[in-house]
């Protein structure tokens, strides 16, 4: 099935800098989600971007659908976006997800 | 309006005993899905529900696992026998359908097999 990789594994940041997570598919990206698992276990959700670019808040996304990689972007970090970053996509139903990226943004 | 909804948050069960998880889908959403999380990894697919059509079970780990969706809407998940390594957060979502693919999260159910 499809593979999905994420980087970096792990980031750590002082407030107020900027950061870039990368998602990598190995094979067609249809319908791509971002997701921030907080400390408490709550996936929410950040992007639908199955394609283009799209902005909300301090945090927008691209993807790249002919290239198979999607880029979350973070300006301006905040203590409370720290947690596990997660990308997904699906296909005929079924979800995959990448193992994530843990952020920790200190104050 | 309600989110998804799980229950019980917590379940402590002892090895070999049977239990059931329950999940409240988005009202109206035609799709839930079930994952399962182990401590510090990412989301393991399970099983996929859509409409009445018959569920995608390719996920499940072994035949102690099963699940259910009632009238389109509640879902269970069984695990039977339960065994240690089931310990995890088994977490679910659903999504509106209608070609509409964004999936909203539960806030999961975290299971200890004693």
């Known amino acids: 099935g499809i593979q999905v990789e994420q980087s970096p594994p792990d980031l750590i940041l002082q407030e107020g800098a900027n950061s870039t997570l990368r998602c990598n598919f190995s094979?067609?990206?249809?319908?791509l989600q971002w997701f921030h698992q907080n400390p408490w276990g709550q996936l929410i959700n950040l992007f639908y971007?199955?394609?283009g670019t799209k902005q909300n808040g301090r945090l927008s996304a691209t993807t790249v659908a002919t290239e198979r990689y999607s880029l979350l972007y973070i300006s301006s970090s905040q203590t409370t976006d720290s947690g596990v970053y997660f990308c997904?996509?699906?296909?005929?139903?079924?979800?995959?997800f990448g193992d994530g990226t843990t952020l920790t943004v200190k104050p | 309006g309600a989110g998804v909804s799980q229950s019980p948050s917590n379940k402590v069960t002892e090895k070999g005993k049977d239990v059931e998880l329950r999940c409240d889908p988005i009202?109206?959403?035609?799709?839930l899905y079930w994952y399962r999380q182990s401590l510090g990894q990412g989301l393991e697919f399970l099983i996929y529900?859509?409409?009445?059509?018959?569920?995608?079970k390719s996920g499940l780990p072994s035949d102690r696992f099963s699940a259910e969706r009632t009238g389109g809407s509640v879902s269970t998940l069984t695990i039977q026998r339960t065994q240690q390594e089931d310990s995890a957060v088994y977490l679910c979502?659903?999504?509106?359908?209608?070609?509409?693919?964004?999936?909203?999260f539960g806030p999961g159910t975290r299971l200890t097999v004693t």
């Open positions: 009202s109206g959403h035609t799709a």
């Open positions: 997904s996509n699906t296909n005929a139903g079924k979800s995959t």
């Open positions: 529900f859509q409409g009445n059509s018959a569920p995608d």
């Open positions: 979502a659903s999504r509106p359908g209608q070609g509409r693919f964004e999936q909203y």
């Open positions: 971007i199955p394609s």
């Open positions: 094979d067609s990206v249809n319908n």
